[in-house]
């Protein structure tokens, strides 16, 4: 997690390990939370890191766009 004066940028990344749940979290996910951070002027980027495993990436503004 990152900040300074004008937005907050959280990045949260896994090894590509497999965990056991039968895969049916329900929710909106990815697109959930891109919805929800462009509904305050933010970005989620999110994708497969090179190697192995996942990343996603918040970046949300303090204040939010008009």
Known sequence: MRYDSAAIEVDVRD???????DGNAGGHGLVGMRER?????GTVEAGPVAGGGYRVHARLPLEASP
Not at 37 to 41: E, P
């Open 15 to 21: 090894d590509g390990r497999a965990v056991s749940g």
């Open 37 to 41: 951070a462009s509904l305050l002027g």
